[in-house]
């Protein structure tokens, strides 16, 4: 009977409320980065859209064709690799001013990820 009630699954709910209430404790979301076209783009007036705008509508098509090469490779191939050279990290990290004159690491995130097998 106590190997059964090991084996039994919490609920998500526990979880949330363990990390998110108990302890305040959250999962770091990735920003998606944009590109600066994208970015002048969204906080452009109406005149200067107007003035981008090919440019602009150019570019979202090429983004589509990118997305639809890569979907082609995903179906064809047996390995599809894609990369990420993440923001450079210093380690330690921390806002106080003690940590300001110690020597910092700067730790690179590099990942690789196969698209095929996830």
Known sequence: ????????????LIYY????EGYNISFYTPKKHQCELCAAYEIANASDKNEI???YEKHWLQKDLSRLEKQK?????????VYD???VL???????S???YVS???VFNFTIYNLKSN
């Open 53 to 55: 705008n090919g440019r």
């Open 17 to 20: 409320r363990i990390f998110k």
């Open 98 to 100: 003690t940590f300001f």
């Open 73 to 81: 490779d995903k179906e064809c191939a047996d390995f599809v690799a």
């Open 1 to 12: 009977m106590q190997e059964e009630a090991r084996k039994t699954a919490v609920p998500y």
């Open 90 to 96: 210093p380690c330690p990290r921390e806002s106080t």
């Open 85 to 87: 050279l993440q923001t």
């Open 104 to 106: 910092k690491l700067n």
